[in-house]
C-alpha cells in the first residue's frame, strides 16, 4: 500500500476537479512538504511507484509544495530533471511526460546552486535529437538567464539563437518566441515569412 496515495490521493484528485478552496490547497502544499520531510526515503520511494500516473498526476502538487523548502529539496529538482528527460526519450507520449517541466517555474528565479544545475543540464539538452526534449529546453533557459547563479549566460543565449535556423521549423519558431520576450533575438533579427506561415498553418508549437 501506498502511504503518499493513502493520505493525500483524495485532496489531489480534488485538486485536479477545482473542489478544492484555495486555503485547503495551500494545506495540501504544506501537508505533502510535511510528510516529505519527516521521511524523505520513504516518501521518494512511494512517489517513484505512481509519479507519472495519469490518474493521480501527483507531480505539480509535489514540485509545488517542495519548492518552499529547496535546502533540503533542490536536488530533488536536478534528478527529477534528468528522470523526466530520459523517460520522454523513451515515452510513446512524450509530451504528457515533458509537460512536468512547467512546474519548475516555482523554482526557476532561486538564487541557489541547485538551480545553476538545472541551466547546465537544459543546455546541454539544446544539442539533443529528440525534439520534445530539445523544445523544453529552448522554451526554458531564457527564464533563467536573468538569475545570478547561472553560469556562462551569454554562451546559452547564442546557443539558443543557433536554434533559429535549425533545420525542423518548430525548433525555429520556439526559439524565436522563447527569445524574443526577453530582448535575446540577434539584432535586427525578424522571424522569417515561411516560419510565420507554418505557424498559421500548424499552430503553435510546444513551449513551456
Do not use: C
Request: proline residues 6%; positive net charge; charged residues 25%.
Amino acid at each position: 500500500m501506498n502511504g503518499f496515495v493513502v493520505i493525500f490521493g483524495d485532496a489531489i484528485k480534488n485538486f485536479w476537479d477545482e473542489r478544492l478552496p484555495a486555503e485547503s490547497v495551500k494545506k495540501l502544499m504544506a501537508d505533502v512538504l510535511l510528510y516529505a520531510n519527516a521521511n524523505s526515503e520513504t516518501f521518494l520511494s512511494e512517489l517513484q511507484q505512481i509519479q507519472f500516473s495519469t490518474d493521480l498526476q501527483p507531480l505539480p502538487i509535489v514540485f509545488e509544495a517542495l519548492s518552499h523548502d529547496t535546502d533540503r529539496w533542490g536536488s530533488f529538482y536536478v534528478e527529477m530533471l534528468e528522470t523526466i528527460l530520459t523517460r520522454t526519450k523513451q515515452s510513446n507520449k512524450p509530451q504528457e511526460i515533458i509537460d512536468h517541466l512547467i512546474e519548475y517555474v516555482f523554482i526557476e528565479k532561486q538564487q541557489k546552486p541547485f538551480v545553476q544545475q538545472i541551466a547546465a543540464r537544459l543546455h546541454k539538452e539544446l544539442f539533443s535529437d529528440n525534439l520534445y526534449t530539445k523544445s523544453a529546453a529552448i522554451s526554458m533557459l531564457p527564464n533563467y538567464l536573468k538569475n545570478p547563479v547561472v553560469k556562462d549566460k551569454g554562451l546559452i543565449a547564442r546557443n539558443i539563437q543557433t536554434k533559429l535556423v535549425n533545420p525542423k521549423w518548430r525548433i525555429r519558431y520556439t526559439a524565436y518566441i522563447s527569445l524574443k520576450p526577453h530582448g535575446l533575438l540577434p539584432k535586427g533579427y525578424k522571424l522569417p515569412f515561411v516560419d510565420a506561415l507554418f505557424r498559421i498553418i500548424y499552430g503553435r508549437p510546444f513551449t513551456m
